[in-house]
């Protein structure tokens, strides 16, 4: 035991000793004393001679006479009774009445009254023949008595002899009988007991109702701790008991005294109060004492007790006051069942233990003093209020040790820990440089690894090239022989497998470098996966395969990347047709859904195939790259790419795939693609929505080309009062955007991933939509050799890193004015010339009249294209842009010519020629 729990210990154990010192002189003040030779004997007692001034009081205790019908005056008396006693020995079944006779002989005293707690019955009192006082109503049968439980008190005549008649009945409780013993006293001898009485039970009722509040608060406050709410409730039941045991209801209403639902509710309330009560404390100590408790015990304790609970709510008094005995055993079983484990807690040395097994011993020999008392084996009285209390003491005790030493653990702790992250500091800050170091090796080994395997992938594309195109040639060949041909076929068919691993290989390796372009446009989906579905009918017909597809939607619009999702469709339905059976079925549908799973608006696809299954186990694990099923057919014939590459492409759109299967019946493969897709940065790679970022401001464009995110964003936060920033991460990306919105200037890094600096440089020169844009190189690299080399190749200038935000803002502003003006120039020049053509001959060409619209170059292609008859996505190939691009530039001609079509225009420019 520890020196703080041993100073708790004796602190509590003074106390006990305290408590115990002023009990017992409360005891021998207020409750009545045993005097030799003063105690009932055949129903007499002589107090002739006896002190009431300085006693104040005595038990009227012993054998009082006893019989079962009325006696008159003068009578023999069958038998005796013992009071307090229950009557069950004479009247087995305790349902019955009796009359109690005692001869009381003392000197005249004025100021003699009988004061009688409680008799669990109805009764009257006659005093020499006189009714002095009642306790319900008396009555021979169930249907004349009414039971009540309430103290009364009475005074006697100013006489010698008293003769005491008690009759007493029950008919609606198991047992029956005076249940506390009469006393005789002075008026202030027996007020001053009826008062310490009150404030006792007062005292002991707020207490409960303090302790059930504190226990309900800790359990708001960390509702985790399901123990707390435990005792509360625990504590409740208790106060409900003692309050229903003091009769304070009935003192408080006593017009309600003669109903019989009172004492019913009364005896529920008193039994329930236990039975419910100890459900509560034995589960609280099972989770306070968790390892010490057997839940098999535990749970088989807590199914009597509520099989107890229900019998008393369903039946009334006289048959749950039956069953009281065993209730008794119970509470006595979980009491030995709590010091049993707060023992074992003791012995294993848990803290706080040698506390509440003190406290709670306390609590059980209370308990088993209102046993005794409550079967009239004792007349101590009600104690079990005294020990909660002090078990209540104990328990707050040992709350106070375990925070008390909590906290002294948790300041150790922190100081240890102090240390130890300042020893823990240094050693990372030295491992810190060799991590760093590392990780750079690794990173380029890995990046290394993947561009190999890549690379790999690109060469093996050219001998496959070579090997499929005169395939072509030789299929079909009428000059070869069935049995050449087929072999030609076969040779055929693999190198077209072949090609299509290389190019799953060769997609995968891009997403993993951050290089894939997700370009997005509107679709009807419906129409799309219609025009997928017949594609694959001709197969379904070899096959002897149903092929079907439904829906309850005309037409559904979604934001996909038509190539991407081609794959994904086309991917499930090669293998649905691949494991369908004989005679099979496969089936495709489409629906919106919008439910708890996925709140957000969306499709979902259901491609179906009967007959092959695919186990529970593989059902995540199939996507997995280079994943073969073990326990199906089911990837046996290929390398497990296929399956990875689709979920690939429905993450990038922000979508789910799943599978359901049943075993022998059927597999469905379940896609969940959003209405309206943001495809947003993975991994700090380059994964973009390939559309024209629209500017169209006043402030001139600028593109930003540098794949330091936290630079990039410094630049751009300058800029953007000045400039349209568009941002790039590496060359690649910087490319795209600059043939996209081609901007007034391109600012670069030059070491950047994927594309350097120079390689930018150079694809723009090559490019006639981008080699007259302005680039400036922004880096470190600042040697003689590598300024040349950026200046040779077309660059205009350099700014070395460390810079001023300043110098670069006037560089740039020099820069976009003299293109402005450079293009003003140009401008007027043209529309000078195009003026000048007008005049002189009307047959010129259409698309001149377009800069008197201000039309711009890169639109003017486009407009060429569509008039020539070209459709969308072949304008979008022949330019290098995408059908979104395509679209909002057609659609600013429009706007800016003031037509609505391509019908519109042609008008227009006939006008015009």
């Not at 709510?313 to 055993?329: D, G, H, K, P």
């Not at 219609?530 to 197969?539: A, D, G, H, R, V």
């Not at 619209?853 to 407009?863: A, P, S």
Request: hydrophobic share 40%.
């Amino acid at each position: 035991m520890k020196k703080k729990e041993k100073v708790l210990f004796f602190s509590l154990f003074i106390l006990f000793l305290i408590i115990v010192v002023f009990g017992f002189y409360s005891y021998i003040k207020i409750v009545p004393p045993h005097i030799a030779g003063y105690k009932v004997e055949n129903g007499f007692i002589n107090f002739t001679g006896f002190d009431f001034s300085r006693y104040g009081m005595i038990l009227l205790e012993g054998n009082w006479k006893y019989s079962n019908k009325e006696m008159k005056n003068g009578d023999e008396y069958p038998d005796t009774i013992t009071v307090p006693s229950h009557w069950n020995k004479k009247l087995s079944t305790g349902e019955g009445y009796a009359f109690l006779y005692l001869e009381i002989l003392v000197d005249i005293k004025p100021d003699l009254y009988v004061y009688i707690k409680d008799a669990k019955t109805a009764y009257e009192i006659y005093i020499n023949g006189e009714k002095v006082a009642y306790n319900g109503k008396f009555g021979k049968s169930k249907n004349e008595s009414i039971p009540q439980r309430l103290p009364v008190f009475f005074q006697l005549p100013e006489m010698n002899r008293i003769r005491f008649v008690w009759k007493l009945c029950n008919f609606y409780e198991f047992k029956g009988g005076p249940v506390n013993t009469p006393v005789i006293g002075t008026r202030d001898a027996l007020s001053t007991k009826l008062l310490f009485q009150d404030l006792i039970d007062i005292l002991s009722i707020g207490i409960l109702i303090l302790i059930t509040i504190y226990h309900f608060q800790l359990w708001i406050l960390r509702s985790k701790d399901k123990e707390y709410l435990l005792f509360s409730i625990f504590s409740f039941l208790m106060f409900l008991r003692l309050f229903v045991l003091s009769c304070f209801f009935e003192r408080l209403f006593p017009s309600l005294n003669n109903a019989l639902f009172i004492f019913e509710i009364h005896y529920k309330a008193k039994a329930i109060s236990i039975t419910l009560g100890w459900i509560f404390f034995i589960y609280f100590f099972s989770k306070l004492f968790q390892d010490y408790f057997n839940k098999k015990i535990i749970y088989i304790y807590c199914l009597i007790g509520i099989f107890y609970s229900i019998l008393i709510l369903l039946t009334n008094a006289r048959i749950f006051t039956s069953v009281a005995y065993q209730m008794e055993w119970l509470l006595i079983l979980g009491c030995l069942l709590v010091i049993y484990a707060i023992i074992r807690a003791y012995l294993s040395k848990i803290e706080g233990a040698s506390i509440l097994l003190f406290g709670f011993t306390i609590f059980f020999g209370t308990i088993i003093n209102d046993q005794l008392y409550n079967n009239g084996i004792i007349i101590t009285g009600d104690l079990a209020h005294f020990g909660i209390t002090f078990y209540m003491l104990a328990q707050s005790s040992f709350l106070a040790f375990r925070f008390s030493h909590a906290m002294d653990r948790v300041e150790n702790l922190s100081v240890n820990l102090q240390n130890e992250v300042n020893n823990m500091t240094e050693e990372m800050r030295l491992q810190k440089t060799q991590l760093e170091i590392a990780n750079k090796e690794l990173r380029k080994m890995d990046d290394y690894k993947t561009e190999l395997f890549q690379n790999i992938s690109h060469e093996l594309k050219t001998p496959l090239t070579l090997i499929l195109g005169p395939l072509e040639k030789l299929r079909g060949n009428k000059q070869y022989s069935m049995k050449d041909n087929k072999y030609i076929e076969i040779i055929h068919r693999n190198a077209r497998q072949l090609n299509t691993l290389i190019n799953q290989i060769l997609e995968l390796t891009k997403i993993d470098l951050g290089k894939t372009i997700v370009e997005m446009e509107c679709i009807d989906i419906i129409k799309y996966v219609t025009y997928i579905k017949e594609s694959f009918e001709l197969q379904a017909k070899e096959k002897n395969v149903q092929l079907s597809f439904s829906t309850n939607e005309k037409k559904i619009m979604v934001k996909l990347d038509k190539e991407k999702f081609h794959i994904i469709i086309s991917n499930i339905l090669s293998n649905a047709f691949k494991f369908v059976n004989i005679n099979g079925e496969v089936v495709i549908s489409i629906k919106r859904i919008k439910s708890d799973n996925y709140p957000e608006p969306g499709i979902q696809i259901d491609i179906l195939n009967t007959g092959s299954s695919i186990p529970e186990s593989e059902q995540e694990i199939i996507f997995n790259r280079l994943y073969q099923s073990t326990s199906s057919t089911f990837h046996k014939t290929g390398l497990g790419l296929g399956l990875a590459l689709v979920k690939e492409y429905i993450l990038l759109h922000n979508g789910e795939i799943h599978i359901e299967s049943t075993q022998g019946q059927w597999t469905k493969f379940i896609i969940i693609l959003p209405m309206e897709v943001d495809i947003t940065e993975r991994n700090d790679k380059n994964i973009i929505e390939k559309e024209s970022l629209g500017i169209e401001s006043s402030k001139p464009a600028i593109l930003l080309v540098e794949d330091n995110d936290d630079l990039r964003f410094y630049l751009k936060d300058n800029l953007k009062l000045y400039f349209q920033v568009i941002e790039a991460i590496d060359g690649n990306d910087a490319f795209q955007k600059a043939v996209e919105n081609k901007p007034s200037v391109i600012i670069s890094d030059i070491l950047m991933p994927n594309k350097n600096g120079f390689e930018l440089l150079k694809d723009l020169q090559e490019n006639e939509h981008t080699q007259d844009i302005p680039f400036l190189f922004i880096t470190a690299k600042s040697s003689y050799e590598e300024k040349i080399k950026g200046l040779q190749m077309g660059a205009i200038d350099y700014i070395n890193k460390p810079f001023q935000i300043e110098l670069l803002y006037l560089k740039l502003l020099s820069i976009t004015k003299n293109t402005k003006f450079q293009s003003s120039r140009i401008k007027n020049e043209l529309e000078n010339k195009i003026s000048r053509v007008l005049r002189e001959n009307r047959q010129i060409d259409k698309l001149t009249a377009y800069y008197t619209y201000n039309i711009k170059l890169n639109e003017k292609e486009v407009i060429d294209l569509l008039l020539k008859g070209n459709e969308y996505k072949e304008i979008a190939q022949m330019l290098h842009i995408s059908e979104n691009t395509v679209k909002k530039r057609i659609s600013r001609v429009y706007s800016k010519c003031g037509v609505q079509n391509k019908i519109e225009l042609m008008r227009l420019l006939m006008d015009l020629s």
